[in-house]
C-alpha cells in the first residue's frame, strides 16, 4: 500500500512558478514508477509527466515539456513537480500517482492516487 499527498498549489501570475511535492508513505516507495496527472474543470484526467521508479527516465506531455521538471527522492520518498513559465491553460488540480511496473501515460493504469493540489495560473 502506498499513500500519496500533494502540496505546493496554489495561485499564481502567468509567467512564474510552482513546486508540487508528493510525499508517500511506505517503504516500497521506490519501487513504484510516479507520475503527475491534472485535471481541468470539464475535460479529462490528463498525463503531465512521470518517472521511473530509480529515476533514470523522465516522460512529458508535449505540453509541458521544456516548462516542467520531474524528479524524485526515494531517500525522503518524496516526488517533485517543477513548473515554470505558468500559462492559464495550466490551471487544473494537479495529482501525483503510483504504480508497479513501467511507467504509463494512462491514468487508469496508476494504482495509488493523492488527493489533488489545485493550481491557478491568472493572466
Known amino acids: 500500500q502506498v499513500q500519496l499527498v500533494e502540496s505546493g498549489g496554489g495561485l499564481v501570475q502567468a509567467g512564474g512558478s510552482l513546486r508540487l511535492s508528493c510525499a508517500a508513505s511506505g517503504r516500497t516507495f521506490r519501487y513504484y514508477a510516479m507520475g503527475w496527472f491534472r485535471q481541468a474543470p470539464g475535460k479529462e484526467r490528463a498525463f503531465v509527466a512521470a518517472?521511473?521508479?530509480?529515476?533514470?527516465?523522465?516522460y512529458y506531455a508535449d505540453s509541458v515539456k521544456g516548462r516542467f521538471t520531474i524528479s524524485r527522492d526515494n531517500a525522503k520518498n518524496t516526488m517533485y513537480l517543477q513548473m515554470n513559465s505558468l500559462k492559464p491553460e495550466d490551471t487544473a488540480v494537479y495529482y501525483c500517482?503510483?504504480?508497479?511496473?513501467?511507467?504509463?501515460?494512462?491514468?487508469?493504469?496508476?494504482?495509488?492516487w493523492g488527493q489533488g493540489t489545485q493550481v491557478t495560473v491568472s493572466s
Open positions: 500517482a503510483a504504480r508497479r511496473g513501467a511507467n504509463s501515460y494512462y491514468p487508469n493504469e496508476y494504482d495509488y
Open positions: 518517472i521511473s521508479w530509480i529515476g533514470g527516465s523522465t
